[in-house]
Structure formats: structure tokens, C-alpha cells
């Protein structure tokens, strides 16, 4: 449905802009539920309206509670400090977006033409002027001011350097738990009021967070989202749709040329978190495994394995609805496996499991950066014979094809998690993280006694890992 509100500050523009504003953050479900109620208002039937209580019921608005869980995505720490401290070193103010890696870069360039300085040339020993240089451009400046703005300047170029890395994470991390919805403008996500609300919903139940568990993640596709899709017709943004969703029930409705686009921008997201992940790649890691080791950032390497995983499974699905997985006998590069923490991977072992078998076909392939950057060959024979080795369907467990459409799972509350655990009390949820809990890391010898207590409550409803040395 169209959104044609003569006003454009309406209670329901306001309700999508707030939907809206949840695609960049990390929003329960049922929270978003909560709005798309409000959105759809008058224009449900019962029985959409019952399907979406069922959620509803559960928001943060209703419930008058709260969750230890942040509501959004860490953001990269601006350059505002700099700014400041430069402002002051150079007696002069310029606009800037401290934000803004660009913004702060041109704000360097800007401060530093009063020196002779620019952000290519931010060498300490090699770029500075001497004396005779300072003199000939006529700067009346003591060598030691000098010097302190030449190294104010390359902490500006350096800070800006850094926030356009920290950017670029976080923009792949967003691509990887919720496709493109975060790139998605305001005005053509308020345009189309139906579209807009399965994008939010859906978005939504793409980023809860996983719990540690061996039965695998929950199917994001739940039947809210279910009904919110089924609301869409031939008159709807299925470009908008397709962000967030490239599966066939929603390729199916855009043309090949459009088919072809998200294809390339799945294509690009794919080389450049290739390109990331091998920069992080340490040769001693043992691929067999993939248990994190001390010094390891796994944080970042997962978040860009993520990103990885979720643009190959959109590119599989483009080439498919093209008729071109033809191109995989060329190349097929395989798929990113996370780092695991060791309590899991013995948890796994314990319970008469085994290392997920994607683990043996990733360590018996060619990494992924090095097929995409065409040094190594990897063709699709050679990862149907790695799966076959591991037991796998090479098309079935989305190696070779997009992995097949699952059922439609029942909505369920979020649960409250402490580093993937499942704690009964966002209070206690709170406080076992304050403490370190399950982190990996020693528990706060002052919080030990209160942890010990949340334990002995039964505060925890779900099974715990342990190390191999506790059995």
C-alpha cells in the first residue's frame, strides 16, 4: 500500500520514520511489531491484526520493561576530541562533521595550509619544513609550534584514516545481518507503507542476536514476517523488498535487469569482506577447528565472515534466478567459517557431536580471497567433492546453490542474553554481564558471590557450555 498522506508529518510518517530509523540499529522484534501495529492501523484484518499481537504483546511499550541488551550497533568514536584540541592549537574555527571521515580529512587539509602541511604528507622525519623552508613560505613560527601542529595534523589524518576503517565494518556487519536495508532513503521507505513494514520486521528478526545452542539459528522468516510479505502485491516496492530479502518468493517479481543490479551488489560486498578477511587471516590458525586462539580478534573476523557468508548466499540466489550458476564450473568460491570459541566446540564434542561439517569443506578448499582473486582455481567439482568427503549436500547446504527455503518458524520473545546464554531477568541479565560472566574472561572477584547466587536462582534457562577441564 502506497503511503498518500496529505500531510507529511502525520502521526503514521512519524511511525515510519521510526521504522525507519530501526533498519540502522538493533531493535526486538516485538518493539517493531509494537510500530508496524500502529502503522498499519485501520488497514489490517483480524486475522493479520492477532498474528501481530502475538508479538506485540511482548514490546518494551507494553510491558513498561526494559532489556540489558543494547538497541543498536557499536559505532565508531568520532573525532570530535581532535577537532577540539586542534581548534584550540591552531586559534581558528572551520566546520567540520567530526563524523565524517572525509569531513575530517578536508578540516586537516584546511588547518594545515596555514603550515604547508597536506594529508599526504605526514611523515614526522621526511615532510616537515625546516627552518630556511618556514622562513621562504613566511611563517613567523617557533620551531616547537610548529612541530606541535605538524603532529596535531597527522593525528587528525590518522583518526580519519581509522574512522573510515571502523565505517567500513560497520557497514559490512549491517550488510551481513540485514542485507542492504540500512542504505534504504527515507522517502522510499515511507512511500510504500506495506513494504516498509515487512523490511523493518524482517530486519528486525535478522539481528537477535544468537544463542549458544547446538540446534543452529532460528529462521528469521517467522510467520509475522510471514503475513507482513503476503500484505505485498503487484503494486508494491519489491526493489525495496529485495534489500533485504533475495530469495525467490521475492526475485521472482523484479525484472532481469533489476536481477542483474543486486546481483553486481552482492558481488561487490562479496570481493571487498574477502579482501578484509584476508588481511586478518592468520596462516597458524588451525582450519580444521576454527577455535579462536589468545591474540585473535574474533569479533571482527566473525562480523566480516558474516558479511561474506550473506553476500555469497545473495550472489548464489542472483545467479540462480538468472539461470547462471553455469559460472560456478569457472569459479566457486566457498563460504567463511567463523571463529569458534573452544568451550563451544567441546560443548559440540560432549554432547556426541562433532565440528559442524561446512568446517572440513572450508579447510579442505582453497580460501575464498584467493579464488576471487583469481591466484588459486576452485571450480565447482572441487567443492562438490569436498562436501561429498564431508557428508554434505553440495547444493542442499547452499555450497553450490542457494540453500533451500526453510519452514516458517513461530514467532518467539527474544530472549534475554548474556554472551549467548539465556538469562530469565534482563536485571540479572545486567549484572552478569557487569561481572564478566561467561564472557571467556575471569569473573569480577568482587561480583563472584552475586554470580554464584544468579546461578544457584535458576536465573540461567538454558544450557551452559563448559571447558574440557570441568568434565
Same mark, same amino acid.
Given at each position: 500500500?502506497k503511503?498518500r498522506d496529505?500531510?507529511?508529518?502525520?502521526p503514521r510518517?512519524?511511525i515510519?520514520a521510526?521504522?525507519?530509523?530501526s533498519?540502522d540499529?538493533r531493535h526486538?522484534?516485538e518493539?517493531v511489531?509494537d510500530?508496524v501495529l500502529?502503522?498499519?492501523?485501520g488497514r489490517?484484518?483480524?486475522?493479520?491484526?492477532m498474528?501481530?499481537e502475538?508479538a506485540a504483546?511482548?514490546s518494551?511499550?507494553r510491558q513498561?520493561g526494559f532489556?540489558?541488551?543494547?538497541?543498536?550497533?557499536?559505532?565508531?568514536?568520532?573525532?570530535?576530541?581532535?577537532v577540539?584540541a586542534?581548534t584550540?592549537?591552531f586559534?581558528?574555527?572551520v566546520?567540520?562533521?567530526?563524523?565524517?571521515?572525509?569531513?575530517?580529512?578536508?578540516?586537516?587539509?584546511?588547518?594545515?595550509?596555514e603550515?604547508g602541511w597536506?594529508?599526504?604528507?605526514t611523515?614526522?622525519l621526511?615532510?616537515r619544513l625546516?627552518r630556511d623552508a618556514r622562513?621562504?613560505a613566511?611563517?613567523?613560527?617557533?620551531k616547537r609550534q610548529?612541530?606541535?601542529r605538524f603532529r596535531m595534523?597527522?593525528r587528525?589524518?590518522?583518526?580519519a584514516?581509522?574512522?573510515g576503517?571502523?565505517?567500513d565494518?560497520?557497514r559490512?556487519?549491517?550488510v551481513g545481518?540485514t542485507?542492504?536495508?540500512?542504505d534504504?532513503a527515507l522517502?522510499?521507505f515511507?512511500?510504500?507503507v506495506?513494504a516498509?513494514?515487512?523490511?523493518?520486521?524482517?530486519t528486525?528478526?535478522?539481528k537477535?542476536r544468537r544463542e549458544?545452542?547446538?540446534?543452529g539459528r532460528e529462521?528469521?522468516?517467522d510467520?509475522?514476517a510471514?503475513?507482513?510479505?503476503g500484505?505485498?502485491g503487484a503494486?508494491?516496492?519489491?526493489w525495496?523488498i =529485495?534489500q533485504? *530479502?533475495t @530469495?525467490p518468493?521475492?526475485?521472482e #517479481?523484479?525484472?532481469?535487469?533489476?536481477r542483474?543490479?543486486?546481483? !553486481?551488489?552482492?558481488?561487490?560486498?562479496?570481493?571487498h569482506s574477502?579482501e578484509?578477511l584476508?588481511d586478518?587471516?592468520s596462516?597458524?590458525?588451525?582450519?580444521?577447528?576454527?577455535?579462536?586462539?589468545?591474540?585473535?580478534?574474533s569479533?571482527?573476523?566473525?562480523?566480516?565472515?558474516?558479511?561474506y557468508?550473506?553476500?555469497r548466499?545473495g550472489?548464489l540466489?542472483?545467479l540462480?534466478?538468472l539461470?547462471?550458476l553455469d559460472?560456478?564450473d569457472?569459479?566457486?568460491?566457498?563460504?567463511?567459517?567463523?571463529l569458534m570459541?573452544a568451550d563451544?566446540?567441546h560443548w559440540?564434542?560432549g554432547?556426541g557431536?562433532?565440528?559442524d561439517?561446512?568446517t572440513?569443506v572450508?579447510?579442505a578448499?582453497?580460501?575464498p580471497?584467493?579464488?576471487?582473486?583469481?591466484?588459486?582455481?576452485?571450480a565447482r567439482g572441487d567443492?562438490? =567433492?569436498?562436501? *561429498?568427503? @564431508?557428508?554434505l549436500d553440495?547444493? #542442499?547446504?547452499?555450497w553450490t546453490?542457494?540453500a533451500?527455503?526453510? !519452514?516458517?518458524?513461530?514467532f518467539?520473545?527474544?530472549?534475554?542474553?548474556?554472551h549467548?546464554?539465556s538469562?530469565?531477568?534482563?536485571?540479572w541479565?545486567a549484572l552478569l554481564?557487569?561481572?564478566?560472566?561467561?564472557s571467556?574472561?575471569?569473573v569480577?572477584p568482587?561480583?563472584?558471590a552475586?554470580?554464584?547466587?544468579g546461578?544457584?536462582a535458576?536465573?540461567?534457562?538454558?544450557?551452559?557450555?563448559?571447558?574440557?577441564?570441568d568434565r
Amino acid at each position: 500500500m502506497k503511503f498518500r498522506d496529505d500531510n507529511v508529518r502525520s502521526p503514521r510518517w512519524e511511525i515510519l520514520a521510526e521504522l525507519h530509523a530501526s533498519l540502522d540499529r538493533r531493535h526486538r522484534p516485538e518493539d517493531v511489531a509494537d510500530l508496524v501495529l500502529q502503522a498499519l492501523d485501520g488497514r489490517l484484518s483480524r486475522r493479520e491484526r492477532m498474528v501481530l499481537e502475538r508479538a506485540a504483546k511482548h514490546s518494551s511499550r507494553r510491558q513498561g520493561g526494559f532489556s540489558s541488551m543494547s538497541a543498536d550497533y557499536a559505532r565508531p568514536v568520532g573525532g570530535a576530541r581532535q577537532v577540539a584540541a586542534a581548534t584550540r592549537l591552531f586559534e581558528r574555527s572551520v566546520e567540520v562533521d567530526p563524523d565524517d571521515p572525509e569531513s575530517l580529512l578536508e578540516f586537516a587539509a584546511t588547518m594545515g595550509s596555514e603550515i604547508g602541511w597536506t594529508p599526504g604528507h605526514t611523515d614526522f622525519l621526511a615532510d616537515r619544513l625546516n627552518r630556511d623552508a618556514r622562513e621562504a613560505a613566511g611563517m613567523d613560527l617557533p620551531k616547537r609550534q610548529y612541530n606541535r601542529r605538524f603532529r596535531m595534523l597527522r593525528r587528525l589524518a590518522a583518526k580519519a584514516g581509522t574512522l573510515g576503517v571502523e565505517h567500513d565494518k560497520r557497514r559490512l556487519l549491517m550488510v551481513g545481518v540485514t542485507g542492504f536495508g540500512a542504505d534504504i532513503a527515507l522517502g522510499r521507505f515511507v512511500a510504500d507503507v506495506d513494504a516498509a513494514c515487512f523490511v523493518a520486521y524482517y530486519t528486525a528478526r535478522r539481528k537477535v542476536r544468537r544463542e549458544f545452542s547446538l540446534s543452529g539459528r532460528e529462521n528469521p522468516f517467522d510467520e509475522i514476517a510471514s503475513v507482513l510479505l503476503g500484505r505485498c502485491g503487484a503494486g508494491n516496492d519489491w526493489w525495496m523488498i =529485495a534489500q533485504v *530479502r533475495t @530469495a525467490p518468493d521475492v526475485l521472482e #517479481r523484479l525484472t532481469e535487469q533489476e536481477r542483474g543490479r543486486l546481483l !553486481g551488489q552482492w558481488s561487490a560486498v562479496m570481493r571487498h569482506s574477502a579482501e578484509l578477511l584476508r588481511d586478518r587471516w592468520s596462516p597458524d590458525t588451525e582450519r580444521t577447528t576454527m577455535v579462536v586462539r589468545r591474540g585473535d580478534d574474533s569479533t571482527t573476523w566473525n562480523n566480516l565472515a558474516v558479511a561474506y557468508n550473506a553476500a555469497r548466499a545473495g550472489w548464489l540466489a542472483c545467479l540462480a534466478s538468472l539461470d547462471a550458476l553455469d559460472l560456478l564450473d569457472v569459479a566457486c568460491p566457498g563460504k567463511a567459517m567463523r571463529l569458534m570459541a573452544a568451550d563451544l566446540v567441546h560443548w559440540h564434542g560432549g554432547d556426541g557431536g562433532d565440528v559442524d561439517p561446512d568446517t572440513a569443506v572450508w579447510a579442505a578448499l582453497p580460501l575464498p580471497w584467493e579464488v576471487l582473486d583469481g591466484s588459486t582455481v576452485c571450480a565447482r567439482g572441487d567443492v562438490e =567433492a569436498a562436501c *561429498r568427503a @564431508a557428508g554434505l549436500d553440495p547444493e #542442499r547446504s547452499g555450497w553450490t546453490a542457494p540453500a533451500p527455503r526453510r !519452514g516458517v518458524a513461530a514467532f518467539r520473545p527474544t530472549p534475554e542474553l548474556v554472551h549467548g546464554v539465556s538469562v530469565a531477568d534482563p536485571v540479572w541479565a545486567a549484572l552478569l554481564r557487569r561481572a564478566g560472566a561467561f564472557s571467556g574472561k575471569h569473573v569480577k572477584p568482587e561480583m563472584i558471590a552475586d554470580v554464584r547466587h544468579g546461578l544457584a536462582a535458576g536465573v540461567v534457562v538454558s544450557d551452559l557450555p563448559v571447558q574440557e577441564r570441568d568434565r
